[in-house]
C-alpha cells in the first residue's frame, strides 16, 4: 500500500509503500478514503509530541471497511467507518460507562501510538472503528465525514460540559484554529451569544461567518478587559480556551460573570493562578474537558446528517501533499480543516 511515513522530528513526510496490513484475531483493516489534517499530528511532525517513528500519522479518517479478524462481531466488511482517537481498552469501567477518555489503560493514540491513516489502509482493534449511523451518507462528503471525530465532536462534547444554554454569553479563545472556529459554530447553534477571541486578523470574517457575534483581537485589547466590556460590566458564563497559556487561562478567569464556567481543553500544559476568593463568592468553576466519548461522536453525526451544522474543511489535497498541507497547519493558515484525499 502507499503511505506518507515520518521517520523523525522535523522530517519531511515520505511517499514509500509497505505491505497490505492484515487483520488478526479482534481486529479489522479499512481502506483509507480521507484523513484530516490537523494540529494534533503537526506537533508530532514538529517534535512537540514524542512518538516512535517511523510513523504513519492521521486519525480523522472516513474509511470503508475491507476485513475482519477471528472474533469480531460488530462490523462486517463494507461498512462505513472513521476511528475513534484513543486506543482505550473497551472493557474497564470507565469504557463500560461511556467514560472512554478516562479509560485506565491509557494505550495512547492513533496515528501516534500505532501508524494511522495517512495510508491506503489502517489496522486497528476492531472496537476502536467507530461504524458511521446508517443515515449519514459518509460517502457524499468524506473529508468532512472524517473530520467529525475531533473538529466537531470536541466542540459538541464541550456545549454538555459546561451546561452551555441559549442566551448565555460565550467566548471562545483560539477561535479561528480548526477546532476552535467549530466551536463557534456549535455554540451559535445552541443559540448563545458568541465572541470570537481571535488575534489572526485575517480569520475574524470566517469567525463571523461562523456564527461569532462579536471579535476580540488579543493583540489589540486585553482579553479580560474586552470581555467585560462587551457584558457591560457582568462578565461571560463560558470562557472556552483552545490556547491554554496561562496568559489566556488567566484572562478567561478574570472574564468569568457568576455562576461562570472556564473550561480548559487539550493542550493545557502550563500552570496558571486564579483568585480563588473571587471564584468562591461568584461561585465559578473550572472544567477540563478531554477529547469525547463514542456517543457523543455519533450524536454529531446525527447532527450533520439532520443538516443542523456541517463540518468547514476549506483544503483537500491529494495523499502526496501532506508536506504542504502540514507547512500550511504549522503557520496558521488553515481555516477549519484540511484534509488529504487517500482513495
Known amino acids: 500500500m502507499k503511505a506518507m511515513l515520518l521517520r523523525g522530528p522535523n522530517m519531511p513526510f515520505e511517499p514509500v509503500q509497505l505491505p497490505?496490513?492484515?487483520?488478526g484475531?479482534?481486529?479489522a483493516v479499512a481502506r483509507v478514503i480521507t484523513c484530516g489534517s490537523g494540529l494534533t499530528i503537526q506537533h508530532v511532525k514538529a517534535g512537540r509530541r514524542k512518538t516512535a517513528f517511523p510513523r504513519v500519522l492521521g486519525h480523522e479518517i472516513a474509511a470503508e471497511i475491507v476485513a475482519v479478524g477471528a472474533g469480531v462481531t460488530s462490523l462486517k466488511v463494507g461498512d462505513g467507518v472513521t476511528a475513534y482517537y484513543y486506543l482505550n481498552c473497551g472493557h474497564c469501567r470507565h469504557c463500560l460507562a461511556n467514560l472512554e477518555p478516562l479509560c485506565a489503560a491509557d494505550g495512547g493514540n492513533v496515528g501516534i501510538e500505532c501508524d494511522g491513516g495517512y495510508a491506503e489502509y489502517i489496522k486497528l482493534p476492531a472496537h476502536i472503528f467507530v461504524k458511521f449511523p446508517d443515515a449519514f451518507d459518509w460517502k457524499a462528503q468524506p473529508a468532512e465525514a472524517g473530520v467529525i471525530t475531533d473538529a466537531l465532536a470536541t466542540p459538541y462534547k464541550v456545549l454538555r460540559r459546561a451546561g452551555i444554554r441559549g442566551a448565555e454569553t460565550v467566548a471562545v479563545i483560539g477561535a479561528g484554529g480548526g477546532v476552535g472556529i467549530h466551536q463557534v459554530m456549535m455554540a451559535s447553534w445552541a443559540n448563545a451569544r458568541v465572541i470570537a477571541v481571535e488575534v489572526a486578523g485575517d480569520k475574524h470574517a470566517a469567525c463571523r461567518a461562523a456564527g461569532a457575534d462579536e471579535i476580540v483581537d488579543p493583540g489589540r485589547v486585553d482579553i479580560a478587559a474586552a470581555l467585560r466590556d462587551l457584558t457591560h460590566g457582568a462578565g461571560v458564563d463560558?470562557?472556552?480556551?483552545?490556547?491554554?497559556?496561562?496568559?489566556?487561562?488567566?484572562?478567561?478567569?478574570k472574564a468569568l460573570g457568576r455562576r461562570g464556567r472556564l473550561v480548559i481543553l487539550g493542550g493545557a500544559a502550563q500552570p496558571f493562578s486564579v483568585a480563588s476568593r473571587a471564584m468562591l463568592l461568584a461561585e465559578q468553576s473550572i472544567l477540563g474537558s478531554r477529547y469525547v466519548t463514542r456517543a457523543e461522536i455519533l450524536e454529531t453525526c446525527d447532527l450533520v446528517a439532520g443538516g443542523a451544522i456541517r463540518p468547514l474543511v476549506t483544503e483537500l489535497r491529494p495523499l502526496a501533499d501532506a508536506e504542504l498541507i502540514h507547512d500550511r497547519v504549522e503557520r496558521g493558515l488553515v481555516t477549519g480543516r484540511a484534509a488529504l484525499q487517500v482513495a
Open 20 to 23: 497490505d496490513p492484515a487483520p
Open 25 to 27: 484475531p479482534g481486529e
Open 238 to 253: 463560558v470562557v472556552i480556551d483552545y490556547v491554554c497559556t496561562a496568559a489566556t487561562l488567566e484572562a478567561g478567569a
